[in-house]
């Protein structure tokens, strides 16, 4: 039988797409999949881990009626991280693109957020929220570290969540890759969804330059001055090769989504700068990318 043949219905159709939706409760999966559910997905929510190939087989029946197919699944399924790795690598090796997304918020946004509802966390038991927390981002700390995409919410409202996912999944690019370039300062900490990143803390900072001070990277003279500061170019002709070989390779081992964050100090120009240009630079090998700015506008 023929490598296409395995990944095809009786019928000649081609499975569905499907996407799983997961993370930390109250990171923002029910908006995620709300966003989906525009993009026409077929949403199903808390889907146990073991009827996901089931749920690909019947969709797979609808003569294509169902393209794509969009699972929440949460940490209240029984054996949760065991199954849902292990029902994943049984999906792709039947030929599936089966791909995962992991919603992220610290500590801090998540109990603000239980406090504001007033709902206990689904795993707080008698104990406290920060302790539910802690066991459950222990308990997942497997499947976010194969995640094909990481989505740190602890600076987004519903609307930017829902925005970032449209950008992602708004468009049928399943062979071409993804990237979120996204500048910040290290005094504000590392951007927790990072699979790359880069530090611009050893160029001179503009902010010491009263001319300067006012403006951030996205301006023409502070970026002309970031720029023709030595080791900038280099730095950046040295990164780019990286990601030449570093984006190929996630897309063999089926990552179409990867997030490289550049930090300087306060992340309002260095970064900002370089960030565009690292952006300007994926475009040209072929990269979708959404560039944004952390703390641009923070003191």
Known sequence: MGGNDTVRGLSGALPPEIVIVTGMSGAGRSTAARALEDLDWFVVDNLPPGLLPTMIDLAGRTQGAVPRVAAVVDVRSMAFSEDLLS?????????????????????????????????????????????????????????????????????????????????????????????????????????????????????PNPHWVPELRQFNGCDAPVREYVLAQNGAK????????????????????????????????????????????????????????????RDVGQE
């Open 87 to 203: 029902i994943v690598e049984e999906l792709r090796g039947r030929g599936i693109a089966a791909r995962s997304v992991f919603l992220e918020a610290s500590d801090e946004a998540l109990v603000r957020r239980f406090e504001s509802v007033r709902r206990p966390h689904p795993l707080q038991g008698d104990n406290r929220l920060t302790d539910g927390i802690s066991r459950e981002r222990e308990t997942l700390r497997a499947i976010r570290g194969e995640a094909d995409l990481v989505i740190d919410t602890s600076q987004l409202n519903v609307h930017q969540l829902k925005a970032k996912v449209i950008a992602f999944f708004g468009e049928a690019q399943e062979e071409r890759p993804h990237a979120n370039v996204v500048s910040f300062g290290y005094k504000n900490g590392l951007p927790v969804d990072a699979d790359l990143v880069v530090d611009c803390r050893f160029l």
């Open 234 to 293: 280099e730095m950046l002709d040295a990164y780019t090769e990286v990601l030449r070989v570093l984006v190929p390779g996630y897309q063999r081992e089926g990552k179409h989504y990867m997030t490289l964050a550049v930090g300087c100090t306060g992340g309002q120009h260095r970064s900002v700068a370089m960030a565009e240009q690292f952006g300007e630079r994926l475009r040209e090998q072929g990269v979708d990318v959404n560039v944004s700015h």
